[in-house]
């Protein structure tokens, strides 16, 4: 680390991690690996020592007293931040535009790491031709399109994000794929089986049962509901500063204790894959795309944006990496599979 304005260490020392990420974005210092910077500050906990500004702390209340994902809530939160240019993620993300956690198992490239994850999901929901699959949290719609072409499967995709919706429909055109600008929480028919990538992390704590209900509610008793999430190592009530003030406004990644503790009398956890330092990779691939194509972004984002991305990229797969940040698959049945589920991998 590089300080270069002496108010950093106040700052720091009295905002925690909105401080710090703040003061980067500031240009008050600089780090030629901020991701290796990070790793090691989690892994000698010195983020314990930091104190919380007022700001952080009133926000940790709002979050314990309000629903900051509430439907009208939940849209403007996605507008923050999917909302902001499908250009920025068109060059940063892989060909299928798949923005979340990758699988490197076996994999050379971010192209090929994606689309195994896309196949190992679909195998772990043993997708067979001619079946209807919910996507919750669709995204530019990667999972829809890959389940279509691969798996003959029709699929209904749900976004809050304009700017996803639109790029999505055309991306899916001629395939059997729906792609619905929707709340969750309003889908009302069932399906063969159910997925969702990457929105948990968006859903709430105050949402966290009612995610549940609503998947198992659109789930056919004999099918299966594939839950893809980030996940942290101990139970938080409001997200981290930095993160919700930049990236993804009122997320909050889950820990396993909120997350099965929302599923009981609801679920049987038939399958949990933890591959967690693969988001270490992925970041870092999504960093090189970023910078090798800022010159064709710069004049629409500018400077104090590109030192914010970076910072988030970064910091993020150094978190990862200190093993503070998991990613859990779950595979859930509503009742139990007779004679058990042969996990994949």
């Known amino acids: 680390m590089q300080v270069h304005d002496d108010r950093f260490y106040k700052r720091v020392l ?3 991690s909105l401080g710090l990420g703040e003061a980067y974005m500031d240009g008050w210092w600089d780090c030629a690996q901020i991701d290796e910077f990070v790793n090691r500050v989690m892994r000698a906990d010195l983020y314990k020592r930091a104190r919380f500004g007022w700001r952080t702390v009133l926000e940790v209340l709002l979050a314990k007293a309000l629903n900051l994902q509430a439907r009208g809530r939940a849209a403007r939160n996605a507008q923050r931040h999917y909302d902001i240019g499908n250009g920025l993620y068109q060059r940063m993300l892989d060909k299928r535009l798949v923005y979340s ?3 490197w198992k076996e994999a050379d490239n971010l192209d090929q790491a994606q689309e195994h994850k896309l196949d190992l999901v679909c195998r772990k929901l043993r997708l067979q031709p001619g079946q209807r699959v919910l996507d919750i949290g669709c995204g530019w719609g990667s999972f829809a399109r890959y389940a279509a072409e691969r798996y003959n499967v029709e699929v209904v995709g749900v976004t809050v994000s304009r700017e996803q ?9 001629g395939l059997p794929i729906e792609i619905r600008l929707q709340d969750y929480r309003d889908v009302r028919e069932q399906f063969d089986h159910v997925v969702s ?3 948990a992390e968006h859903v709430g704590l105050r949402n966290h049962r009612t995610y549940m209900q609503t998947a198992a509610r659109c789930l056919k008793d004999d099918g299966l509901f594939l839950l893809h999430t980030i996940g942290v190592n ?3 009530t409001a997200p981290d500063p930095f993160i919700d003030r930049y990236i993804f406004p009122n997320c909050l990644i889950p820990s ?10 609801i679920f049987v956890v038939e399958d949990l894959h933890n591959f967690g330092p693969d988001y270490d990779y992925t970041l ?4 090189h795309n970023f910078n090798q194509h800022w010159p064709e972004l710069q004049g629409e984002y500018g400077e104090r944006f590109y030192r914010m991305w970076n910072y988030y990229l970064l910091s993020s797969a150094g978190s990862f990496r200190a093993r503070n940040n998991q990613l859990w698959q779950f595979v859930l049945s509503k009742k139990g599979i007779p004679g058990g589920y042969e996990a994949v991998r």
Do not use: D, N, V
Not at 165 to 173: M, N
Not at 256 to 265: D, F, P, S, Y
């Open 234 to 236: 101990f139970s938080k």
């Open 165 to 173: 919706a639109t790029l999505a429909r055309e991306l899916c055109k």
């Open 284 to 287: 870092m691939a999504w960093h």
């Open 14 to 16: 009295s905002q925690g």
């Open 197 to 199: 990538i990457g929105m």
């Open 256 to 265: 396993l204790r909120q997350l099965t503790g929302a599923m009981e009398h």
């Open 101 to 103: 956690c990758a699988y």
